[in-house]
């Protein structure tokens, strides 16, 4: 079965902090692809990165970076020198691309439970 | 307007009440999506429609009944609620129902079922 597990709940650091989230995915697909979305107090979640199995390397984008390591199944995402504007949920997701071969559901995102980052100035 | 749009962002309803959510998204997607987040609970896929028909139905109750008419437009239609039923309901679209496209949602309805 597919489950995506963020185990921090609350992580709460002063700006300039570095801070990692932990996602730890659960899947028996071989093809499948993992996202982070940003969830501000506005509501809206906001896509921040795609990841597909297949593709370990891992990717920067300014503060932010992601550390994708198939063999503890983990897609770990790290903001480095934080903001207050990074304060936020962020949830971790995964979407099974073998279910399309089996006519199973299609765009179906698994996601963990988000973990809050409140950064203070 | 640009992106997905929702309306309202707030609803309070009573459990016999009739109401529905509207969805708007102006990106040209073919596939939106129906979510429900609860406090404390994991965001729940509700509904998936592509091409204005509906392919995944995740076991919601039927006091929830969703209507695409169009690509661009999906409605959740709400009757005899339950306040467990009080949530944010977020809408969602991509540019197919490919597990690999990213979703683009809404900013949500926070709904008060009394």
């Known amino acids: 079965a597919q489950k995506v597990t963020q185990a921090q709940t609350e992580i709460s650091v002063v700006e300039k902090e570095d801070v990692t989230l932990d996602c730890v995915y659960e899947t028996r697909d071989t093809t499948y692809y993992l996202f982070w979305y940003k969830q501000p107090p506005s509501g809206e979640l906001v896509f921040l990165i795609r990841?597909?199995?297949?593709?370990?390397q891992n990717e920067i984008s300014g503060r932010y970076s992601w550390n994708f390591q198939k063999s503890t199944s983990s897609f770990n995402f790290t903001i480095t020198a934080s903001q207050v504007v990074d304060s936020a949920v962020y949830f971790c997701a995964l979407s099974e691309a073998g279910l399309e071969n089996y006519g199973g559901s299609q765009g179906n995102l698994i996601f963990g439970k988000g973990t809050k980052l409140s950064v203070k100035p | 307007e640009t992106g997905v749009t929702q309306t309202p962002r707030h609803l309070v309803m009573g459990m016999t009440n009739k109401k529905s959510l509207k969805c708007e998204q102006h990106l040209g997607h073919n596939a939106m999506y129906w979510y429900k987040q609860s406090a404390k609970k994991p965001l729940e896929l509700m509904f998936v429609y592509s091409l204005e028909e509906r392919v995944e139905n995740n076991s919601v109750p039927s006091r929830f009944s969703p209507e695409c008419p169009n690509s661009s437009h999906l409605f959740l239609h709400l009757h005899t609620l339950q306040p467990e039923d009080s949530a944010l309901y977020l809408c969602?679209?991509?540019?197919?129902?490919?597990?690999?496209?990213?979703?683009?949602f809404g900013p949500g309805t926070r709904l008060t079922v009394l």
């Open positions: 990841r597909n199995s297949f593709d370990e």
């Open positions: 969602a679209s991509s540019p197919s129902d490919r597990s690999d496209n990213e979703q683009f």
